[in-house]
Structures are given as structure tokens and as C-alpha cells.
């Protein structure tokens, strides 16, 4: 009977055992629970948890302009970016978009977030890229430039050869585009940067000259001019001048130059592109004031300097305040760089400040 009674407690231990390790686990399900609630009221743990989501959500509303595309764009249905956006409202306590019927404006609490959230959006969903450019590991990816079609033809090609070189597996897109299309693709954030030649720049925009050309009068190897060694703007303002279109900045800098003279000027013609121009030039339709970027050399046509009257013009690099800089984008920026400072020393001029060119508040260029 003893050994039986003995049997049985050895029987009823290990239950007992048993019992108590339930018990105690389903005490730790509770406390644990109870941690994840009252992380989940934390404000920190609710940052760390959706924020990222919110501002993607957000980040994407803005580039696209419709909550409607930004869904698409991020494989969410629309009401749940919806969601996001209002949640981001809520917390930050500020209206981020004005809504005038469908379409969507970024309120002035609106522009401050998304300067803050851009490179941080950018940042986190590229940081592979960026990992791997930290240890020179640069072998995928794209970049898209804009830049008008002289800056194309003349200032690129040797920049553009040394980055395909270097990194032959990064996609490189150069997109033609001058003036206001430009600035418009690079607000939008549909292109990297542009290189390009601006007057001045507005308060969202970086402009950094990395080169100058001079300005120089191109005419027929028959005319009148191109037998003078020396020309004044009065030699000049007789004659039809073939220019750039009226919104680019070279129309702008021969007005004011004429204008500072108490001269009048007229345009025979008005051409898209260096390459037209000094083709019309040669074939005897007028003359022109261009920058010696586009010279090679070749040209039928007599060049005379302008230096005594025309600026500099300074080419650059021209970035939207606060946008994320790829590693693949800063590299071309540093071999763009590079090559001129090898090349051009430290000639990198722009307009002078005091111009009233520069004051004017409007930005034109590329």
C-alpha cells in the first residue's frame, strides 16, 4: 500500500509541475500584453512603428499630386493613404494640404515637412545604394539630368564619358530640356539635377558655377563687322541679331546690355540651339551674340570679342533645396566638378552679385 501511495505522488508531481508552468505562462502572456499596450500609447512607440509609412504616404502624395496615384505608386488602396495623411495631420497638429477639389496643395506647414521629409524618405529606401557607395561599391542604379542642348553638346561629353567609364552598370538619363521645363522637372523631383546656366536663383534652388565662357559676336565671313578687329555695341545695333528664344537668359543679358547703352537692338530672328544659330549665321541671315562654349572652331563665321560688355556666363550644377543626393548622383557631381577645375582652374565666375541681372527675382537659364 505504501509503494502504491508512493507511485501515485510520483504520479502527481510531474501534473502538479505541469500545472504550474501553464500558470506561469499564460501570467507572462498577460504581462507581456500589457507592455505592448502601454507601448502602444507611448507616442515614441507609435513613431517608430508608423511614421515611416505616413511620411512615404506623404512623400508621395507630393510628388505625384494625387492621393490616387500615390496609392498606385505604393501598392495601397486609396483610403488607406487617405488614412496616413490624416493621421499625420493629427499628430503634427497642422494641416499639410489645402484641397481644392481633386487636386491637392501643399499648405506653407506642408512645404516645412516635406523639406524635412524628403532626404529622409530617399535616404531610408536607398540606403543600400548608400551602405554600399560608403566602401566605393557603385554598381547599380540611375541617374536622370536635365540640361539644354548646348550644355549637352559642349559642356557634358568628357564628364559624362569619365562617369560611364567608372561606373558602367548605372544607368545614366540626360533629358533636353531649358528654362522653366527644367526647373519644373526638378522641383517635380523627376530628374537628379541639372547643369545648366542660370542668372539667378530662386530660394528653392542651389546653384553652383563649376565653369565661364565669354561672349563673342558671331557674323558672316562677308560682313561689314568681321573685318574689324574691335566692335562696340553701336557697330552692333544696326544689324538683325539672331537669338536664343525670348525666355532663356541669353535674350535677357543682351536687353540689359543694350539698355544700360541707351542703344536699340532688333532681332531678325529668333532659334532654338547654338548649332541653328550659327548655321543661320553662316548662311548670311543676321549676326548673333553667343557664348564661347559653343565655338569649336569649325565654324564659317568671324568671331569678334564682347568681353568689354557681356558678363561671363557661368554653366553649373543646379539642385532643389533639401532633395536627397544619390551616391550615384554625387559621384557625377564630383567628376563634373573635377574635370573643370582640372581644365579651368579657379575661373568659375557667375553674373556678378551687383548686377541688377541678379536682382530681378526671376530665374531663367539651361
Known sequence: MQSINKLNMLDVVPYFSGLANIQKKKIRRKIIASRSEKMAESPNFYYKKNRLKQLRAFHQVVRTGSITKAAEALFLSQPSVSLQLQALERELDAPLFERLGTSLKLTPQGEVLYQLAQPLVEGIDKLDESFAAAFGQIDSGEISIGAGESTILYIMPEPVRRFIEAYPNVRLKLQNVTGRDGLRLLRADEIDLAVGSMLDAADDILYEPVVTYDAVLITPLDHPLAKKEKVTLADISPYGLILPPRHLSTWRIVEYTFQEQGLTYSVTLEAGG??????????????????????????????????????SRSYGIVLRKGRYISPQAQRFIDILRDYYLQHCGNKQHAVPEEDPLSASGTTEGF
Open 274 to 311: 547654338w548649332e541653328v544659330i550659327k548655321k543661320y549665321v553662316e548662311l548670311g541671315m543676321g549676326i548673333s551674340v553667343v557664348t564661347d562654349i559653343c565655338l569649336t572652331g569649325q565654324e564659317k563665321v568671324a568671331r569678334i570679342p564682347l568681353t568689354n560688355y557681356f558678363p
